[in-house]
């Protein structure tokens, strides 16, 4: 296990992981969440269940559920139905937060899911864009790697699926109205592009992990601040949440292992 301790329980790295999914939706009001990945998704529930109460939350299809159950588990509580139309409304009026993953991501927060090499000669066929170029104009949109390294954090992507900072930029006001990729988390850190050029920047440090690290696994420039502080520590009640009631069968630990 690597991290720190919350009372007398360490908490794991996956543990971390979750609490900075969890911050991506901190106060983030009547909107919905879609996590994608085991951690993102205990990090959204781990959100509505302390400190954003009015976060909307689906069963991965067409249900809006009203409790927040065990990752896995069916809801006990419908909302309401949420038909594509509709998801598409919440879509293009910006009131949905995405974290998707990411097979490539660059400095300007350009994602690739679609392939690996040339596009008309791919090495590796990936998923496609699939709604990546929607998601990321008209919603913001983060990002969760599980495994960070140079050949997923890039310095230039080989195809864009989702949109990032300098793109967004060159296409002009329709694409940046609600463009935004509030933050990118991975096994090592939070990262986010709060910098003059819209580079990617380290925001904090998982504990247990150094800037030298980070730097040696990611295969462009970083903004390093002087000064990096670790990613905070889950309360006693938040460990409880996260395996008691969210995560009891400790599926994060697969995604991100101890």
């Not at 609600?178 to 991975?186: N, Q």
């Amino acid at each position: 296990m690597s991290g720190g301790t919350a009372g007398a329980t360490t908490v794991t790295r996956a543990e971390y992981c979750v609490v900075a999914c969890a911050e991506a939706w901190r106060d983030a009001g009547e909107i919905l969440a879609s996590p994608m990945g085991t951690v993102p998704t205990i990090g959204a529930r781990l959100a509505r269940l302390t400190f954003s109460p009015d976060l909307l939350l689906t069963d991965g299809e067409a249900l809006l559920i009203g409790d927040t159950p065990a990752v896995g588990a069916p809801p006990r509580v419908v909302e309401g139905w949420l038909p594509y139309r509709q998801h598409l409304a919440l879509v293009s009026t910006g009131r949905r937060h995405v974290m998707m993953g990411a097979s490539q991501i660059d400095r300007h927060g350009n994602q690739n899911i679609s392939c690996i090499g040339d596009w008309a000669q791919p090495k590796r066929q990936l998923l496609g864009v699939r709604g990546a170029p929607v998601n990321t104009l008209n919603n913001p949109v983060s990002y969760w790697v599980p495994k960070h390294s140079a050949r997923v954090f890039v310095e230039r992507v080989d195809m864009v699926s989702g949109v990032g900072y300098d793109r967004a930029a060159e296409a002009g006001p329709s694409a940046t109205r609600y463009h935004r990729v509030p933050e990118v988390i991975s096994d090592l850190g939070v990262f986010d592009f709060d910098t003059p050029d819209r580079g990617m920047r380290l925001r904090s440090l998982h504990p247990g992990v150094t800037v030298e690290q980070v730097t040696a696994a990611t295969g462009f420039a970083l903004a390093v601040p002087d000064d990096v502080p670790y990613t905070r520590e889950p309360t006693a009640e938040e460990l409880r949440l996260i395996r008691e009631e969210i995560d009891p069968k400790g599926l994060r630990d697969r995604e991100v292992p101890a």
